[in-house]
C-alpha cells in the first residue's frame, strides 16, 4: 500500500502558475506510475496529467502545452507544475498512485490504487 500526500495547491490569479507536488511512502517509488487527477465542483473526476515508472507521460487535451508532469524517484516525490492557469482550472487536486501501469492507460482512473486526500486550486479571474 502506498501513502500519498499532497500540497502546494492555493489561490492564483488567472494566467498565474502554481506547482503541487505529491511525496509517496510505502512503496518502492521507482516502480509507480504516478497521476494528477482534478474534480470540479459539481462535476465528476477527471485527468489531467500521469507519468509512468520509466518517465512516459500523457496530458487532458485542456492542459497541454500548459501543464508539465514530473517525477523525482530520490525524493519519492511527483510533481504538477501548471502555468497560464485560468478559472476553468479550479478544481481539488488528487495525486494517484498505480503498480505496473503502461504508458497508455495513465488516464484510467480505475487502475490507480492509492489516492491523496487532494489539494485545492483555486484560480480567480
Known amino acids: 500500500q502506498v501513502q500519498l500526500v499532497e500540497s502546494g495547491g492555493g489561490l492564483v490569479q488567472a494566467g498565474g502558475s502554481l506547482r503541487v507536488s505529491c511525496a509517496a511512502s510505502?512503496?518502492?517509488?521507482?516502480?509507480?506510475?504516478m497521476a494528477w487527477f482534478r474534480q470540479a465542483p459539481g462535476k465528476e473526476r477527471e485527468f489531467v496529467a500521469g507519468i509512468s515508472a520509466i518517465g512516459r507521460t500523457n496530458f487532458a487535451d485542456s492542459v497541454k502545452g500548459r501543464f508539465t508532469i514530473s517525477r523525482d524517484n530520490a525524493k519519492k516525490t511527483a510533481f504538477l507544475q501548471m502555468n497560464s492557469l485560468q478559472p476553468e482550472d479550479t478544481a481539488v487536486y488528487y495525486c494517484?498512485?498505480?503498480?505496473?501501469?503502461?504508458?497508455?492507460?495513465?488516464?484510467?482512473?480505475?487502475?490507480?490504487?492509492?489516492w491523496g486526500q487532494g489539494t485545492q486550486v483555486t484560480v480567480s479571474s
Open positions: 510505502g512503496r518502492t517509488f521507482t516502480s509507480l506510475a
Open positions: 494517484a498512485a498505480a503498480a505496473s501501469l503502461s504508458s497508455d492507460l495513465l488516464y484510467s482512473e480505475s487502475k490507480y490504487q492509492s
